[in-house]
């Protein structure tokens, strides 16, 4: 598959996007009830709701690659986004994270 360099890039945010097409090309309906709520980002380390996610509107591929929605993170929403409350049952963080706000993996591993 082709990828514009990139400086041609033009990013699209999507929010509320699990049923924008580019969202249901991709993941199925029993990936999309597990995801229902929150997604983390591994490359960030901030929650955001599910379905909200960037991709580049000039990229040629029918299915871009999709990106974690915060700016200037280059988390990819599927591989790096992983499913929140997961996170939050390990660590004890509440089931409704504050958005923006970084949640370390481990928190009481200083890293
Ligand atoms: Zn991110």
């Not at 509440?94 to 591993?109: D, Q």
Request: proline residues 8%; contains cysteine.
């Amino acid at each position: 598959m082709r990828r514009i360099k990139a400086d041609e890039a033009e990013y699209v945010t999507v929010v509320n996007g699990m049923n924008h097409p580019k969202y249901t090309e991709v993941c199925d309906a029993d990936r999309r009830a597990l995801e229902n709520g929150f997604k983390w980002c591994l490359h960030c380390k901030r929650a955001y709701p599910t379905g909200n996610f960037r991709y580049d509107k000039n990229e040629p591929d029918p299915i871009p690659q999709m990106f974690c929605p915060y700016d200037n993170c280059d988390g990819d929403y599927w591989m790096d986004g992983w499913v929140w409350l997961e996170i939050a049952n390990d660590n004890g963080y509440p089931s409704i994270p504050k958005l923006g706000k970084i949640y370390a993996l481990y928190p009481e591993v200083k890293e």
